[in-house]
Structures are given as C-alpha cells and as structure tokens.
C-alpha cells in the first residue's frame, strides 16, 4: 500500500514501552502519528519507522490540555487525513493515597486519562461517522477496576475513562465506531528497564500486548469486544 493511500492511525501517550510497540505494528499498513511530550523520543521512533518504509508524523503536546489537543489534530488532519483509528495510550499518574495526593496531583491524573481522551475522541468522532467505519481504543488499567490504597489519583481517573468508553462503545457501535478498552493487568516490560522483583516473564511484552490492539481494531463488527483484559500469565487474579 502507498502512502499516500494508508489510512491513518494515531497513538497518544507514546513512550518506549507499549506506545512504541502500537507505532510500530500499525506503521505497517498505516500512517502513524505518534503524540507524547519528549519531541527528542518521537523524532527517534518517527526516523526508525520512516526509515523501515513506514509514515510517521510527530505530533508533541500534552495530551491533558484542551488547546494543544485540538492544535494537534488539526496538525494530522492536515498533514496525513482524518484517523480511523484513535489509540489512546496515554495513562500517568502518581500513586499515593488520600494523605499523599495533592489536589493537584488529582486533577492532573485526571486530565491526562480521563479529559484528555474525552477531548481525543471528540476530534475524531464526526469524520468516522461521516465515514461510518472506525476505531477507539483505550488504555486502561487494573486501578480502573479495582483501586487500591495507593490509586487515590490514579484509580478515579482510569475508572472515568473506562467509564466513557462504554458510553461510547454504546453510542458509536450502531454507527460503525468500534470502541473497547483493554485493561492492561500487570507491568509491560520496557526495554532497558527492570523492575526489582519481577522476573522477565512476569511482565507483559509490549509488543504482544500490540497484536491484541490489532487484532480488537479489525475484528468483524458481528463480534466486536467492548473490554478485555490482557495479563502475564504468572500475574494473579
């Protein structure tokens, strides 16, 4: 496929983790545009992609303020077209409890999880009407089913954005739009880093993780999943 004819795929919260994995595994039949706020990080992953034969657009902003995402996707609309796929992959916060998290440690949690895909979706949702196909797909987490002491900040804000993607899934499925969250149960394996006390396979690879999403955007839209959960298979539950 030319790239002039790919369609367009546009991944936020991208790092070297699970938001590169998803540019790159969708850099293959699509033009990427791969958000996150390191410019230095997203020219270096857009080069790699570019240079494999792939089209990618970087697209820096911080995805929890309003202007910078309507500045951005004004940026991939006119430069590449209009997505038809959405991956929100953005997802910080601060774990702490009640006594540790600041009001505006909350608020920012929230802005990046939770507004931020509201605001995401919002810019993409009349053309993949108009065009009656599309894809949302958002990044959650286990705070966003189960908050624990220390997702005083985190939790909420996973659980509001789960909470969208089912009014979505149910607005938007009829018309075309398929929307599914994946709550993402375990640490993803990020290269260079380790985290003490977990065994490489008791960590998710990224790039597996990667081939779900795929999978999720071009199911048949007779058996589209709304939620899924994908874990290590040494994580408890």
Known sequence: MSAAN??????TGVGP??????????????AVAINARRPDYLRSLAEEIRSAGGEALEVP??????AQIEA????????????????YNAGSGPFGNISEISPENF????????????V?????????????????????????????PKSAAFGPAKFAMRGLAESLARDLGPKGIHVAWIN????IKIPGREIRGLAPDAMLKPEAIAETYWHLVHQDPSSWTQALEVRPFREKF
Do not use: C
Request: hydrophobic content about 50%; overall charge positive.
């Open 120 to 148: 995401s979706a919002k810019a993409v949702v009349p053309e993949m009407i108009a065009r009656g196909r599309g894809a949302i797909l958002f990044t959650g987490a286990t705070a966003g089913v189960k908050a624990g």
């Open 184 to 187: 993402v149960d375990g640490a």
């Open 61 to 66: 902003a911080d995805i929890g303020d309003r």
């Open 72 to 87: 951005a996707f004004h940026l991939i609309r006119e430069r590449l077209g209009a997505p038809e796929v959405l991956l």
């Open 17 to 30: 983790g699970l938001g590169a994995s998803l540019a790159r595994r969708f850099a293959k039949q699509y």
């Open 6 to 11: 790919r369609p367009v795929a546009v991944i």
């Open 107 to 118: 608020e920012q949690s929230w802005r990046v999880n939770a507004f931020g895909a509201f």
